[in-house]
């Protein structure tokens, strides 16, 4: 199977692309990177699309949510437009997916919950066609929380959306939520698409578990990829239909531009990406 393309989650750099979007943009392109997942696109489609061309980058992918009036970030949430309007900026960035990036814990909890949000992911897929794109879902640790007879809110996701929709794997917040990422990849086989190549000390308990204390993005650890605690080469090697590869920080350690370089050298020195 074709190895997966590099890419990396603008909203790594949320800050310094919306300061300077093509001068952010060409330091990705000196960086290495060829692609880019875009983040907070809907209202300036072309802008990002004539940034893009000037640096000589694409975005495939990109998040945007599809089930909530609006998105949660771990620093503030950002209100949404209808699915339309995201489709349709979508198209003209030059994407062919986009991923729902979070859905709110509560709606994990519950077997009618977990229903709902598959059976909206598929009216959304149908949707989605029409403007030539597909849809897909992307996880934090909410998803594996609750279980129905011995099986996480996420399998039973998985088990119950259409398989148009397609899984982008982040393999921190996997591993936060207690599982076992490698064997994931492998059981996810080719729904999976896309991961999130995301390294550093995995938190001690799940922050969306009921109970848990509030949380922001400053009290996590990230680390460049292959020097934390995340499984990430071997759940690499695990996936052979993964697409994209996606570098991503929710906190960067250090400059976010070394940092993201780190990562893609990870990547790129272990043979993992094209």
């Given at each position: 199977?074709?190895?997966?393309?590099a890419s990396v989650?603008?909203?790594s750099?949320?800050?310094?692309?919306s300061a300077?979007m093509r001068g952010?943009?060409d330091r990705?392109?000196?960086?290495g990177?060829?692609?880019?997942?875009?983040?907070?696109?809907?209202?300036?489609?072309?802008q990002?699309?004539?940034a893009l061309?000037?640096s000589?980058l694409a975005?495939?992918?990109?998040?945007?949510p599809?089930?909530s009036?609006?998105?949660?970030?771990p620093d503030?949430?950002?209100?949404t437009?209808?699915?339309d309007?995201v489709?349709?900026a979508?198209?003209e960035i030059?994407?062919s997916?986009v991923f729902?990036p979070?859905?709110?814990?509560e709606?994990?909890?519950?077997?009618?919950?977990?229903?709902?949000?598959?059976?909206?992911?598929n009216r959304?897929?149908e949707?989605?066609?029409t403007?030539?794109?597909?849809?897909g879902?992307?996880?934090h640790?909410?998803?594996?929380?609750?279980s129905?007879d011995?099986q996480?809110?996420?399998?039973?996701?998985v088990?119950?959306?259409?398989?148009?929709?397609?899984?982008e794997?982040d393999?921190?917040?996997a591993q936060?939520?207690g599982?076992?990422?490698?064997?994931?990849v492998?059981?996810?086989?080719d729904r999976?698409t896309?991961?999130?190549?995301?390294d550093?000390r995995?938190p001690?308990?799940?922050?969306?578990?009921p109970?848990?204390?509030?949380?922001?993005?400053d009290?996590?650890?990230q680390?460049?990829a292959?020097?934390g605690e995340?499984l990430?080469?071997?759940?690499?090697r695990?996936?052979d239909?993964?697409r994209?590869?996606?570098?991503?920080?929710?906190?960067?350690p250090?400059?976010?531009?070394d940092?993201v370089?780190?990562?893609l050298a990870?990547?790129k020195?272990g043979g993992?990406?094209?």
């Amino acid at each position: 199977m074709p190895q997966p393309i590099a890419s990396v989650q603008l909203y790594s750099l949320a800050k310094e692309f919306s300061a300077d979007m093509r001068g952010s943009l060409d330091r990705l392109a000196a960086i290495g990177f060829a692609n880019v997942e875009a983040f907070d696109f809907v209202s300036r489609p072309a802008q990002i699309r004539a940034a893009l061309d000037a640096s000589g980058l694409a975005s495939p992918t990109g998040h945007a949510p599809l089930l909530s009036d609006e998105l949660w970030t771990p620093d503030g949430v950002i209100p949404t437009p209808e699915p339309d309007v995201v489709f349709a900026a979508a198209a003209e960035i030059g994407m062919s997916t986009v991923f729902e990036p979070f859905v709110a814990p509560e709606r994990w909890l519950t077997e009618d919950g977990v229903a709902d949000i598959a059976e909206r992911l598929n009216r959304a897929a149908e949707r989605a066609a029409t403007f030539g794109l597909s849809v897909g879902y992307h996880n934090h640790a909410q998803e594996f929380v609750a279980s129905f007879d011995g099986q996480s809110a996420y399998d039973r996701f998985v088990q119950l959306v259409d398989p148009r929709v397609q899984l982008e794997l982040d393999l921190f917040w996997a591993q936060t939520g207690g599982q076992d990422v490698p064997a994931m990849v492998t059981a996810l086989g080719d729904r999976l698409t896309a991961v999130h190549v995301k390294d550093g000390r995995v938190p001690a308990s799940n922050p969306w578990a009921p109970g848990a204390p509030e949380f922001g993005s400053d009290s996590l650890d990230q680390r460049h990829a292959g020097t934390g605690e995340v499984l990430l080469a071997d759940a690499l090697r695990a996936g052979d239909s993964i697409r994209y590869a996606v570098v991503e920080y929710d906190r960067a350690p250090g400059d976010v531009f070394d940092d993201v370089a780190a990562s893609l050298a990870f990547l790129k020195d272990g043979g993992f990406v094209v």
